[in-house]
């Protein structure tokens, strides 16, 4: 009999394909027991590895809390995962994507919390007191899975794909913008692939926030003040290649580009 699964087996396995830049099956295909609670575990496994290896948490981000995204993934509730500061990647640097396996690129909404926030309970119009400053982000996103197949439990303890992100260098002040009519264009190699407007992030990026403060709450973490939050992607994930240049134009939060090597 094959030896069986726990979370530090499916922790080990996620790392060492992220490692060497290969794709494997999803974990339920055989863990099929692999529950949403155990995934969570998987996940904070997966991160506190990091942390030993010298990485520092910086925020959290969700995942799939726009139609585009849950439709394009077939997974239809928004998850959370970390971010740290290796996966952070200073704007004007190239993406090496021979670092990756099939990156994916987004356009996100990404806050700055000058507040520590806390669920349960938490409103939209509570959680947006939290935020400092807004920014433009893109994230890079790169599942440890075969073309990006998976189920929900499979996703959560994978980071929610993570690999990096992009955050703009104009910060806004909240009370600046409204954030539902906030834009961004999608550009590849100049062709403009897809276009959105932060109502596609659960009607408001502040309702992805105070989703976060809460779900996160049923795990006993709260939001620190000066953690980052991306609110998850705007449109359909893009695919791109070494020689791409991605560029994120937002109507008031900048343009991002990056370089794919
Ligand atoms: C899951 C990651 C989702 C987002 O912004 O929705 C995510 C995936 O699509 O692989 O980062
Ligand atoms: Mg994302």
């Not at 087996?9 to 027991?33: I, Q």
């Not at 409103?123 to 807004?134: I, Y």
């Not at 359909?236 to 937002?250: K, L, N, Q, R």
Request: proline share 3%; charged share 20%; with cysteine.
């Amino acid at each position: 009999m094959s030896r069986s699964w726990d979370i530090k087996r499916a922790a080990d396995a996620l790392l060492a394909a992220e490692a060497a830049r290969k794709h494997r099956s999803a974990l339920t295909d055989e863990w099929p027991g692999l529950d949403l609670a155990n995934a969570y575990r998987v996940q904070d496994e997966v991160v506190s590895q990091r942390v030993e290896a010298g990485e520092s948490i910086v925020g959290m981000k969700l995942g799939l809390t726009s139609h585009a995204k849950q439709r394009q993934m077939g997974v239809s509730s928004p998850i959370t995962a970390w971010l740290t500061d290796g996966m952070a990647l200073n704007s004007g640097v190239a993406l090496d994507t021979s670092e990756l396996i099939h990156p994916r690129v987004e356009p996100e909404i990404v806050f700055v919390l000058g507040e520590s926030l806390e669920g349960p309970g938490v409103t939209a119009a509570r959680a947006m007191k939290a935020v400092s400053h807004v920014y433009g982000g893109l994230e890079i996103i790169d599942s440890r899975y075969t073309d990006f197949r998976f189920r929900l439990p499979d996703v959560v303890a994978d980071n929610a794909s993570s690999a990096r992100f992009t955050v703009g260098t104009r910060g806004r002040r909240p009370e600046e913008l409204d954030l539902a009519l906030e834009a961004c264009v999608v550009k590849i190699n100049g062709d403009v692939i897809d276009s959105a407007t932060g109502t596609a992030v659960l009607g408001h990026p502040g309702e992805a926030l105070a989703l976060a403060a809460n779900s996160l709450s049923e795990r006993q973490i709260g939001l620190e003040a000066g953690w980052l939050v991306l609110t998850g992607g705007m449109t359909d994930a893009v695919p791109t290649v070494a020689g791409d240049t991605v560029c994120i134009e937002f109507t008031h939060l900048g343009s991002i580009t990056l370089q794919c090597a």
